[in-house]
C-alpha cells in the first residue's frame, strides 16, 4: 500500500504564500505522476497540478504562473508552492499519486489539508 501524509496548509491574507509538501512511502514503485487537487465547499475536485516520473508538469489554468509544482526523489515528496493566493484559491488541497502497474493504474489519496486564503 502506499501512504501520502501532507503538510503547509494554513491561513493567509491575499497576496500571501504557502508550500505543501506530501511525502509518499509504501509501496512506491512504478511511480507514474504525483499532483495536488483541490475541492472547495460544494464544487467537485479539481486538478491543480501534475509532475509525471520524468519531470513534466501539468497546471490548471487557474493557477498557471502562481503555483510551482516539484519533487524530491531522494525524499519521495511533492511540494505546491502557492503564491500571489486569491481567495477563490481557498479550498482543501490533497495530494494524488498514481502508479502505473502491469494489471493497471492505480490512484491514492492524502487526508487532504485545508488551505484558507482571506481577502
Known amino acids: 500500500q502506499v501512504q501520502l501524509v501532507e503538510s503547509g496548509g494554513g491561513l493567509v491574507q491575499a497576496g500571501g504564500s504557502l508550500r505543501l509538501s506530501c511525502a509518499a512511502s509504501g509501496s512506491i514503485f512504478g511511480i507514474d505522476a504525483m499532483g495536488w487537487y483541490r475541492q472547495a465547499p460544494g464544487k467537485q475536485r479539481e486538478l491543480v497540478a501534475t509532475i509525471r516520473t520524468g519531470g513534466s508538469t501539468n497546471y490548471a489554468d487557474s493557477v498557471k504562473g502562481r503555483f510551482t509544482i516539484s519533487k524530491d526523489n531522494a525524499k519521495n515528496t511533492v511540494y505546491l508552492q502557492m503564491n500571489s493566493l486569491k481567495p477563490e484559491d481557498t479550498a482543501v488541497y490533497y495530494c494524488?499519486?498514481?502508479?502505473?502497474?502491469?494489471?493497471?493504474?492505480?490512484?491514492?489519496w492524502g487526508q487532504g489539508t485545508q488551505v484558507t486564503v482571506s481577502s
Open positions: 494524488n499519486l498514481n502508479r502505473r502497474l502491469y494489471t493497471g493504474l492505480y490512484a491514492y
